[in-house]
């Protein structure tokens, strides 16, 4: 399994993230990070092309080496500087408010607790600051819903701990913000696994 998760997982979910629609969604939504910026679940930096000229500075967290690794050697094609730190969102060597921007994009159905790490992302955001967030998670149908429940034990250990059925907007509530907009929807693809949750909070 040691295996699977260092040399694999990685390379997986890089391939999963270059979906045309998954893009396409992050495209919509990567390029509204202004100012300092920080990046929950930077993964293999595909990203980091979407950002736009308002971002001055940008740092990354992933507890994945290896793809903090195939981030690394995107660094240079962009801007601004960017700060690699391969580790938890749960707890971030990062100031208290110092963040004008976090981003996360399908990363909080992966982190241990993410309440935790969305205190966190609070924590460092500057007032007035903003959390754009895409995320997949629990479907508001039953009967989706069942098939979530249902698949998610054996889904979670072959997908890097991916989750299927947190309700991502009750999660950033409940951490401290207020979601100012919410775009929900299924993207293409098998429903359990499709439920989208999109949008900027503060």
Known sequence: MAFYRRFILPRLIDLAMRNKEVRARRSAVVPKAKGDVLEIGIGSGLNLSLYSSNVTSLR???PSEELIAM???KIDRVAFPVELIA???EQLNVASESIDTVVATWTLCSIPDPL???R???RVLKPGGRLLFI???LSPDPRVQTWQHRINPIWRPIAGGCNLDRKIDELIESAGF????????YLRGPRPMTW???GIAR
């Open 116 to 118: 935790k790490a969305l």
């Open 178 to 185: 207020d979601i100012e907009q919410l775009n929900t929807s």
């Open 87 to 89: 580790g938890s969102a």
């Open 60 to 62: 990354g967290v992933d």
């Open 120 to 122: 966190e992302a609070k």
């Open 135 to 137: 995320e997949h998670g």
């Open 71 to 73: 981030t690394r050697r």
């Open 196 to 198: 989208t949750y999109e």
